[in-house]
């Protein structure tokens, strides 16, 4: 994949030539978490505003990013708390985009030495993979659950969130 993308000019398009090679929709979910990962990261360091959902004072949402600076300059305790609110969101989809540019991050969950075999089933030539090493080597299936489970909160949060990634 290559991928340029120009500035925004003063007038006229923005300049954007994207190539995708076959190989990068064989794992497009790694492929876009490559991509998404940085970004976000950048976008939580740099961003000047939150969701409105995140912005509340008495009770009552702000429906318009055009109110920061009052809010911000009148409500600093409010501004400050739904801006943690929103880190936190934001951290939990950093996180799983981070969790989907690794490899190898359900290596954690196998433990010992893995060594399968092939048997022979029936007369017909069947075989069935064994595991030939079973009391070396086992598998935390709960914990592999649960991390697989943590990261779609943050690929959900991405997705109830995705048009609130500006800045």
């Not at 876009?32 to 976000?40: F, G």
């Not at 540019?101 to 399968?116: F, N, P, S, V």
């Not at 659950?145 to 943590?150: K, N």
């Amino acid at each position: 994949m290559k991928i340029s993308m120009g500035k925004f000019p003063k007038s006229g398009e923005r300049r954007i030539d994207i190539k995708i090679d076959h190989f990068d929709t064989w794992n497009l979910d790694h492929t876009l978490a490559m991509i998404i990962y940085p970004a976000l990261l950048q976008l939580k360091e740099i961003k000047h505003g939150l969701p409105s959902e995140f912005a509340t004072v008495g009770g009552e949402d702000w429906d318009s990013q055009l109110s920061f600076d009052f809010y911000v300059e009148t409500q600093p305790e409010c501004f400050a708390l739904g801006e943690k609110r929103w880190d936190e969101v934001m951290d939990k989809m950093i996180w799983s985009f981070q969790q989907l540019c690794l490899d190898d991050y359900t290596d954690k969950y196998h433990h010992g030495e893995m060594k399968m075999g092939w048997t022979d089933m029936d007369a017909n030539g069947m075989s069935e993979m064994i595991d030939e090493n079973p009391g070396e080597h086992w598998y935390d299936h709960v914990g592999n659950q649960l991390h697989e489970e943590r990261i779609q909160e943050g690929l959900d949060l991405f997705s109830k969130y995705y048009r609130n990634l500006w800045d």
